[in-house]
């Protein structure tokens, strides 16, 4: 039922946790040996967005921007320009938040080949509070012409993200966040840009989940297998290019679908599965996620149960879609 | 380097143009005005003061300092030209044309439907239009310049040690001074001070006027010479309406090891056509059919000085 390449111990309370911006700094340290375009600039966020080692071994491919956000942008398109496949690291809040207008213009009109890295996205950053929890990032990339979306839900899948981007030609833009999260993928789970994995087989209703949150919904998934409702679970790593056919395959079988995702329900992931259910194959569906509020500060488990993100939230969801598929969608 | 020539070009020996290829540079500009105002009247809107004022400084950096000819224009190691005030791109496409990288005739399509010549220049037409990349947000250009200058360094620096063959190249940047207000702007001084960025040289078209008004009345910049000094760099000032200062004063900028550096280029806008001439309410519109007429005359009779033009 889920996927043979998953970590076998997914589901154990003591499943190993590992946060996925390790997995940048990782991917970012294979590329500085095997791609010598890749530069990679931070703004004053070495360390905590993992790119210090890097910035270590490679000195003459990395530059420290300072506290300046919109110029680290401009100058990321500039080094694409001449070639370069520059990595912008920073916190999501500041970019793409602060930068929408330079990744519009210089990255996205212009074609350049830059890929964007958000750091300590989604509310579980924290303690930090509602300032620096990117909640709005991907309704802001996904709109934007040209660009490439890219949500890993662990460690190792945002290793193979960031190596999957410097080869992918256009703009990107991707998240991973700062706490320990569960490790779901092995290096065998397959990750391609604009495809998304059925993670586990079901027939009963679809979850489609992206980022660390994928680990609730297949929490939830095996919680609700007990009460004989068989899940299907998706992860929609990439959220653009949006994998239609993968949404509507699933939907076709089993008329409903929740979403999951640590961002805002609109504009999301859950605007994405919105508007390709639209215009594919309409069916009932439920969001989990932000309904339109900012965070506040908190431990990371806190927030997730108080702004309703956990496998039990999404039990809940499915149960609501599955009666309504029953009274046809009412 | 120990010159730091400020408000002052006497205090070297510049390097001089031939008086022949002077004559051609200012026949160039003249043309080039002309043009400028002849796209203007076909797309009946647009920017006015600001290219006029810029022309000279344009065929300087394209006619003769830039390293890029239009059988180059692809070439890895070609110097790059930014234009980061974009709303000044029909001096630009006027160049370029100009300078034979295409067609004359195509500028009267500027920003009609279908147009290489877009309202604000853009990068999708290259290698026809060379254009390295998309302009219009103000300050964008200028980090971008910044990021080409680091890379040609960055491939210096490989060069070294691998000996490796990475093309290097000079970068330029044109801004306005209204420009000057957005804070994006000095964050890339910032990093190309920190970083003693001489692959860089910016013009600065110091015409004092914005959309609004006069730059003094809108956001003060002065003292502008002060500002880009206490970010280290190095500051030129020079009349940019005079080709020959142009081009010494790149000469200069080149040959400077310790910082990039900045040529504020003192411009009338409008320059060559006596009603726009240092009129702000030129800055953004076009002539229209009968002021345009007189525009063209004024600059092919330069202002009346040639009598035997017959209508």
């Not at chain 1, 092995?186 to 994928?214: M, N, S």
Request: charge should be negative; include cysteine; hydrophobic fraction near 40%.
């Amino acid at each position: 039922m889920l996927h043979p390449s998953l970590n076998p111990h997914l589901l154990s309370p003591h499943v190993e946790k590992i946060p996925t911006r390790n997995g940048y700094g990782d991917g970012l340290l294979e590329l500085g040996e095997s791609n010598p375009h890749v530069m990679v600039l931070t703004g004053d966020l070495a360390e905590s967005t993992r790119v210090l080692a890097f910035w270590k071994k490679y000195p003459e491919r990395f530059i420290e921007c300072g506290i300046a956000e919109q110029n680290m942008m401009g100058v990321s398109a500039g080094l694409a320009l001449a070639g370069k496949i520059p990595f912008v690291s920073s916190y999501a809040v500041f970019v793409p938040g602060r930068t929408w207008d330079q990744t519009r213009v210089s990255v996205c009109y212009s074609k350049t080949n830059v890929k964007i890295a958000g750091a300590h996205s989604g509310i579980s950053v924290g303690p930090d509070g509602a300032t620096h929890q990117a909640l709005e990032d991907l309704a802001i990339m996904r709109v934007l012409p040209n660009m490439t979306v890219i949500v890993p839900c662990d460690a190792e899948e945002t290793r193979k993200c960031t190596l999957a981007v410097a080869k992918f030609v256009g703009p990107c833009y991707f998240r991973f966040a700062r706490e320990k999260t569960p490790v779901i993928t092995t290096k065998e789970t397959p990750f391609e840009i604009g495809k998304a994995l059925i993670v586990r087989e079901g027939a009963d209703v679809t979850i489609a989940g992206c980022g660390p949150l994928l680990h609730e919904a297949l929490l939830a998934a095996d919680l609700l297998a007990r009460d004989g409702i068989e899940a299907e679970v998706l992860n929609f790593h990439t959220l653009k290019p949006f994998d239609h056919i993968a949404l509507e395959a699933s939907v076709r079988k089993t008329k409903g679908v929740v979403t999951i995702e640590e961002h805002q329900v609109t504009g999301g992931l859950a605007g994405a599965v919105a508007e390709s259910l639209g215009r594919h194959f309409p069916v009932p569906m439920e969001s989990i996620g932000m309904q339109d509020s900012f965070g506040e500060s908190g431990e990371p488990d806190e927030l997730l149960t108080t702004y309703g993100m956990r496998a039990k939230d999404v039990i809940e969801a499915v149960k609501k879609v599955i009666s309504r598929k029953q009274n046809k969608g009412r | 380097m120990t010159m730091r020539p400020y408000g002052d070009l006497q205090c070297y020996t510049p390097f001089m143009l031939t008086d022949l290829r002077l004559r051609e540079l200012e026949l160039a500009a003249n043309q080039i005005r002309q043009d400028i105002i002849t796209s203007l009247l076909a797309a009946k809107s647009g920017h006015s003061a600001g290219p006029l004022g810029m022309a000279d400084v344009f065929t300087a950096l394209y006619f003769e300092i830039a390293k890029i000819t239009p059988e180059t224009r692809e070439a890895a190691d070609r110097d790059r030209v930014v234009l980061s005030n974009a709303h000044i791109c029909p001096v630009l496409y006027s160049t370029l044309a100009n300078r034979g990288y295409f067609p004359r005739e195509e500028l009267t399509t500027l920003r009609k439907l279908g147009s290489r010549l877009q309202g604000h220049s853009s990068n999708h037409f290259w290698p026809e239009v060379p254009i390295e990349t998309c302009g219009g947000p103000l300050a964008q250009g200028i980090s971008q310049a910044v990021g080409m200058a680091i890379a040609s360094r960055s491939n210096f620096q490989q060069n070294e040690k691998d000996k490796g063959t990475r093309p290097t190249w000079h970068t330029w940047c044109l801004m306005g001074d209204g420009e000057l207000n957005e804070g994006q702007c000095w964050e890339a001084f910032m990093l190309a001070g920190k970083l003693n960025l001489n692959e860089l040289t910016i013009f600065i078209d110091r015409n004092n006027i914005q959309i609004d008004g006069f730059t003094e009345d809108i956001m003060p910049l002065e003292p502008l010479a002060d500002k880009f000094k206490a970010f280290n760099w190095s500051v030129i000032e020079i009349n940019g309406h005079d080709i020959q200062s142009v081009v010494a004063a790149t000469e200069l900028a080149k040959s400077t090891y310790e910082n990039p550096t900045v040529i504020i280029c003192h411009t009338i806008p409008g320059k060559g056509v006596s009603f726009m001439q240092n009129r702000f309410e030129w800055h953004g519109k076009p002539p229209n059919a009968e002021e345009g007429q007189i525009a063209l005359r004024e600059l092919r009779t330069l202002a009346g000085q040639i009598k035997s033009e017959h209508e």
